[in-house]
């Protein structure tokens, strides 16, 4: 049996429930729906790497809603819908009516008459993004029921104020790859880590990404901030839950040292502490300038005050107990060159820099695995109707 057919063979084995469905959090699928955008990332992949088209759709739209900046996302999610044959339209909010009192619930029916899916980064305001892309899931609901709209659109989450899917699950693939499998990746430790960056105001959805979904995979997590840098109580409660009930292990520590003893796999990024991210969204929402200034102040103070928290990151050996995987989400602020004083040092960056372009590599391939579930209610059979026409089209 060849990959391709073993592909299709595991994604047919599965019992997932992911047609139809939103991909909004990673803690909401079963195991078997998660197994099965990677197995159907993988089947894209191996069609892409063959010269072999996965396109599906002869029309349609994406829409791009990205209320936050984004490169690496935002074209995985372009990629992504071209992979599968859908054109990418941007929704600029700055050039629509919204300013003009047009609602969420208007907004997101005017731009689904033709559309097939809407990817929304909703990043900034603590405890408004996931909301907002409820809100949207819910009018696009009523629009289909009422028959404003002749299907309804899939949502896919490109990183909202709890969750970076894409993100995380791109990881995930990355981290199985390396080790052999997901059945490989038990008892293996990953160090998911603060580290200091000049910069204030980053989202918490990255690392609550990676402990609410590596959590599932029977890993020891090892989280690791300074005092104080906590995440949201509840996606912290979730993930030593969840380890609990895949016989994995989850804690929290305050040194990056301690976390990274004999971890397999190495996580560092910079996030803005829990407090910060509270208080910045109420002040956005009250367009205090003055008070968003003052926070800003603070919250460098803050960490500067944890510059040397961890160990020096140009001195830090990263391979002393065991060839451990380097990881970081991108864009990383790399001292000596972005910044004066980034969250890793251009030293440890270059050494793993084509490992972290591999683990980016994979993301527009889960997006368009996110997708293709959406829609397919049978992706195994879709997927292999498509090798065999557009094989033959090519010639193999």
């Known amino acids: 049996m060849d990959k391709f057919q073993e592909l299709i063979k595991n994604i047919g084995s599965l019992d997932a429930n992911l047609f139809g469905k939103d991909f909004l959090l990673t803690w909401e699928k079963s195991d078997d729906d998660l197994k099965q955008v990677l197995l159907v990332a993988e089947a894209l992949k191996h069609l892409r790497d063959n010269n072999i088209s996965s396109s599906v759709f002869d029309s349609g739209l994406a829409i791009s809603n990205f209320r936050d900046n984004s490169t690496r996302t935002r074209f995985s999610y372009s990629s992504a ?12 909010e700055t050039k629509s009516q919204i300013a003009h009192g047009e609602t969420v619930r208007e907004t997101a029916n005017m731009i689904s008459f033709l559309s097939d899916f809407i990817g929304i980064r909703d990043d900034i305001y603590l405890g408004e993004g996931n909301k907002y892309m409820r809100e949207v899931g819910e009018a696009l609901d009523d629009g289909f029921a009422k028959g404003v709209l002749p299907q309804r659109p899939g949502i896919v989450n490109l990183q909202c104020d709890i969750d970076h899917p894409s993100q995380s699950m791109a990881d995930l693939q990355h981290i ?4 052999g ?31 609410g979904l590596m959590t599932r995979m029977g890993m020891d997590v090892s989280l690791a901030y300074p005092e104080n840098y906590n995440l949201i109580p509840e996606v912290e409660e979730l993930a030593a839950k969840q380890a609990k009930e895949s016989g994995g292990s989850f804690e929290i520590v305050n040194s990056m040292e301690e976390a990274f003893k004999d971890a397999d796999i190495i996580y560092p990024k ?46 830090v050996d990263l391979t002393k107990d065991k060839n451990a995987l380097y990881m970081h989400p991108l864009p990383a602020d790399i001292s000596d060159l972005s910044c004066k004083d980034g969250e890793v040092s251009n030293e440890i960056f270059d050494k793993y820099r ?43």
């Open 176 to 179: 199985a790859k390396h080790f």
């Open 270 to 315: 910079s996030w803005a502490p829990y407090w910060v991210m509270e208080k910045r969204t109420e002040l956005l929402k009250n367009k205090d300038v003055e008070g968003l200034k003052k926070l800003e102040q603070e919250a460098l103070e803050s960490n500067a005050n944890f510059k040397n928290w961890e160990t020096d990151k140009a001195k």
């Open 81 to 92: 819908a071209n992979l599968l044959g859908l054109a990418i339209q941007d929704l600029d």
């Open 181 to 211: 499998g997901l059945d490989k990746l038990k008892g293996k430790k990953i160090a998911v880590t603060w580290a200091y960056s000049p910069s204030y105001g980053k989202p918490l959805s990255v690392p609550q990404g990676i402990i």
């Open 354 to 396: 084509i490992e972290t372009y591999k683990e980016a590599g994979w993301k527009p391939y889960i997006i368009a695995a996110m997708m293709f579930t959406n829609k397919f209610k049978n992706p195994e059979q879709t997927l292999s109707d498509i090798h065999k026409r557009n094989t033959k089209r090519v010639g193999f």
